[in-house]
């Protein structure tokens, strides 16, 4: 229980959680940064690094100095391209077994069948549209991997996803993190960059159970 709660109050408080790490380690905190975006998705089974606070946070600590802008943006960009190849090739070794529908370690049938609906439905789209939405994004690439779509396609869509959310989450943190409003209230920011994201898989989840309860 200690530990969950120890986990909560990083959550909540990474701004200050990170500005010491980022004084303690020093250069050292681009290797941290690296790994902690590259196992967000690079082992399937890790949606729990707060990835997009990671970011956000950093892009506002960047602004006095704590860390530099360019560099600390490119290990995101890297990282994030890196662990989604890794899921991408995970998902094409595991290809048979899902295929077959046999059971996999750690990893919920149901959550891949979700992932591999929303895909099907999206087609190329859904891997840029999946690398948007947490815990989402560590099953998007899995899956394109399973459905053997062509690691070029993956990547041209998932390039452009990670693009997309590097640079508002990075950018939105440095333009707007040290608003005394946000710095002051940040915990109701970092539930909101949770929930607000989540809202479109929230909605057709519940649209589907009433459709499955109407037939």
Do not use: Q
Not at 9 to 38: P, Q, T, V
Not at 122 to 151: D, E, Q, W
Not at 166 to 191: D, M, R, T
Request: aromatic share 16%; proline share 4%.
């Amino acid at each position: 229980m200690g530990g969950i709660m120890s986990y909560i109050d990083i959550f909540l408080h990474l701004d200050k959680y990170m500005s010491l790490y980022m004084n303690e380690y020093g250069i050292l905190i681009y290797l941290i940064l690296f790994a902690a975006i590259f196992c967000e998705t690079g082992f399937v089974i890790t949606p729990f690094v707060p990835d997009d606070m990671i970011v956000f946070v950093t892009g506002a600590l960047a602004v006095g100095g704590s860390i530099e802008v360019v560099p600390a943006y490119l290990i995101f960009l890297i990282a994030a391209l890196a662990g989604d190849t890794s899921n991408y090739f995970i998902g094409r070794f595991f290809s048979k077994k899902v295929l077959a529908r046999e059971n996999i370690r750690f990893i919920k049938r149901e959550n891949i069948e979700r992932t591999e609906a929303f895909f099907h439905k999206h087609g190329g789209k859904a891997v840029l549209i999946g690398r948007l939405i947490p815990f989402m994004r560590t099953l998007t690439p899995f899956v394109a991997g399973v459905s053997n779509m062509p690691y070029r396609k993956f990547i041209r869509f998932n390039s452009l996803g990670v693009i997309c959310w590097a640079s508002v989450l990075f950018f939105i943190g440095y333009f707007f993190g040290n608003i005394p409003y946000v710095k002051n209230n940040f915990g109701i920011v970092i539930i909101a960059m949770i929930v607000i994201p989540l809202l479109p898989v929230i909605i057709t989840f519940f649209k589907i159970k009433m459709a499955a309860k109407k037939r």
